[in-house]
């Protein structure tokens, strides 16, 4: 092979890997899409389902998936618009699979989805649909899940309005206590620096009373001075 030949194979050759590098570009790029639109159709209440996991995985594992998920999705990674929106859902849904006490409400649910099902369709533990579920059968239960989790949120959502409810009774009949508590200061404070006045006052009036007895001049009830009465004997 001449040096022509060479120097236009290997132009040839890098023309092919720079094509198949961007048929790989393109290729993640398509599956960042994939996945973004993935997590935002997902029913968000179901951390399971927005992380594409099962119930009874370990935590070993919620991390593996969140992680490989999160660098794939990163907002960083891609200019999809969506990026931050699915990313935000995919953390707080790892949250909620690592925290034991929001994963036992999540997996009780999960299984009250199950027993109602099995319920409604007259069924048992020991029925075939139910010990090996069908597509079928998991679509329902993937269904029921999401009505006891609408169900569920409602609840909470009820109760921590009528607790915010109490809470501001509550704070108000404080504020009210505290205000009157200020009242009575202040009316004591006032009191108190009216106090020499209300004395200085009360002798005034006492002693010009007792002058007026000396020189008989004390008025009767119908404001008629009353004679000096004079001693017999």
Same mark, same amino acid.
């Given at each position: ?51 594409? =996991?099962?119930?009874?995985? *370990? ?9 490989? =998920? ?15 929106? $699915?990313?935000?859902? =995919?953390?707080?849904? *790892? *949250? ?7 994963? $036992? ?13 099995? /319920?409604? /369709? ?19 239960? /993937? ?12 609840? /909470? ?22 205000? $009157?508590?200020k009242r009575k200061r202040e009316h004591e404070a006032k009191w ?8 200085? *006052? ?7 009373? $007792? ?23």
């Amino acid at each position: 092979m001449g040096i022509d030949e060479e120097i236009k194979a290997e132009v040839e050759s890098k023309d092919e890997l720079e094509a198949l590098d961007a048929l790989a570009k393109e290729e993640k790029d398509f599956n960042k899409d994939a996945e973004i639109d993935r997590i935002l159709k997902a029913f968000k209440l179901d951390a399971y389902a927005v992380l594409n =996991l099962q119930p009874g995985i *370990s935590e070993s594992q919620i991390k593996v998936q969140y992680r490989t =998920l999160s660098l794939l999705i990163h907002p960083d990674k891609t200019p999809n618009p969506a990026a931050p929106d $699915a990313f935000d859902r =995919l953390k707080k849904a *790892s *949250s909620t699979l690592l925290e034991p006490a929001s994963r $036992a409400q999540l997996d009780e649910c999960i299984a009250d989805a199950r027993t109602l099902l099995i /319920r409604e /369709r007259k069924l048992t533990i020991d029925s075939p649909e139910v010990k090996e579920p069908n597509e079928e059968f998991k679509a329902a239960w /993937r269904k029921k899940t999401v009505e006891v989790l609408v169900d569920a949120e409602h609840r /909470r959502r009820k109760q921590m309005k009528a607790q915010m409810q109490e809470e501001g009774r509550e704070q108000r009949k404080q504020d009210e206590e505290v205000e $009157a508590r200020k009242r009575k200061r202040e009316h004591e404070a006032k009191w108190e620096e009216t106090r020499e006045t209300r004395i200085g *006052s009360w002798r005034e009036f006492t002693q010009g009373g $007792a002058k007026k007895a000396v020189n008989g001049d004390v008025k009767d009830g119908v404001g008629k001075k009353k004679k000096k009465l004079k001693v017999l004997g």
